[in-house]
């Protein structure tokens, strides 16, 4: 029987709550389903305001907006994440700096970002790798030492803090996504968290195609016009109910996706005593979301070749990330392989296991048994 990498979590009340929206005749966006998520988003994790979009790319390319940067500005991003984290910088041709990755985590080396700062960084974007915390700590302080804003990618972050402190929710913005591939999805869909109140006029702008009709609607103003460069970034009523009936399950959901994690967490330690894989660092203070399920192999052949066993068996993984830097466009904006080193040496090592709600404790051993299957073989 096939064990599937992915399978989009289902709540059993997504229909009934499609079927209010089609009763409420209220389709296209902004209407009571989108404030409803908002607005438990915003108790939930105790954000002044939280503005949903239709992704999480467009969180992050609301960001760039708001931070008003152009071509004499830098970001500064991990290679080691997926493409929207730096594309949405780029697309206000901000300069993206790549920087290397804790090979112990897979996520932001702060020491080599603090290397990377320049006259012109103006931001840097960590990204929770996993569900799981990156050093915000130095982050934070790297950032306030140089004046730059952060802007949290908490893409696979949600319901996962850092000592106390839900991810998303540290720095001055924070992006979230509801991709089907997430814990708690639409479907597609995201969430921009506005943790600095400053930002969020202007933000309401640019989520409203770039008009002040917020201020109509409030009654502030008459009529609205074009106040900033924005665009078409909320999700559709449709997107907002399925994800309502998603939010309401979640501790259910947690709580189904914590036993699984435990399960592979016991399956594999042995292996990880025995040095023929790695598990990533779980740092004090880290509350983890249980999102993804990854090892960390001694080389890219012992990576790619448990791959293929598991495939033998219809079990499906992935390799992670490919790095930005040595991407096609990473290319294109002048980067090479060995300008990372360590994220190019360990991108290759990473193994994504099967992970989704529908997984058995059965299923999670069978995928352990492979694993250990593959180097007994070796011996």
């Not at 700096?97 to 840097?124: K, L, S, Y």
């Not at 495939?311 to 040595?326: E, F, M, N, T």
Request: proline fraction near 5%.
């Amino acid at each position: 029987m096939t064990i599937h990498f992915n399978v989009p979590y289902l709540t059993g009340r997504e229909l009934e709550y499609l079927e209010r929206v089609i009763g409420n005749r209220a389709f296209a966006g902004n209407g009571p389903f989108t404030k409803e998520v908002a607005a438990w988003l915003e108790q939930r994790y105790g954000v002044p305001r939280v503005l949903l979009t239709h992704s999480c790319t467009a969180a992050l390319e609301m960001a760039a907006l708001l931070l008003d940067l152009g071509p004499d500005d830098e970001v500064i991003i991990p290679s080691y994440t997926f493409p929207s984290t730096a594309a949405a910088f780029l697309r206000v041709r901000a300069r993206s700096v790549f920087c290397e990755i804790d090979p112990e985590t897979m996520m932001i080396d702060p020491a080599d970002a603090a290397r990377r700062v320049t006259a012109a960084t103006r931001a840097i974007v960590p990204v929770h790798y996993g569900g799981i915390a990156c050093d915000m700590d130095a982050i934070m302080s790297l950032a306030k030492e140089h004046g730059l804003t952060v802007v949290e990618d908490a893409a696979q972050g949600l319901e996962a803090s850092l000592n106390g402190r839900w991810l998303g929710t540290i720095a001055p913005l924070g992006c979230l996504s509801f991709h089907e591939t997430k814990n708690l999805h639409a479907g597609l869909a995201g969430a921009l968290f506005l943790n600095d109140p400053s930002f969020a006029e202007r933000a309401e702008a640019i989520w409203e195609r770039g008009t002040d009709r917020q201020k109509a609607l409030k009654g502030l103003i008459d009529k609205y016009t074009w106040v900033e460069v924005g665009s078409s970034f909320y999700p559709s009523e449709l997107q907002a109910g399925f994800l309502l009936a998603q939010l309401e399950s979640i501790d259910r959901n947690l709580a189904e996706r914590r036993a699984l994690y435990e399960a592979y967490r016991q399956g594999l330690t042995p292996m990880a005593e025995a040095n023929r894989l790695h598990l990533p660092r779980l740092d004090p203070g880290r509350q983890l979301n249980y999102h993804a399920c990854y090892v960390i192999f001694n080389s890219a052949a012992d990576c790619d070749d448990v791959r293929e066993h598991l495939r033998s068996q219809d079990i499906w993984a992935y390799i992670g990330y490919v790095p930005l830097h040595s991407s096609p466009v990473g290319r294109r904006l002048g980067y090479k392989p060995d300008d990372l080193p360590i994220t190019e040496e360990y991108a290759q090592r990473v193994l994504r296991l099967p992970f989704h709600n529908e997984l058995s404790r059965d299923d999670v051993r069978r995928v352990c048994e492979a694993i250990k299957e593959y180097f007994e073989g070796r011996s």
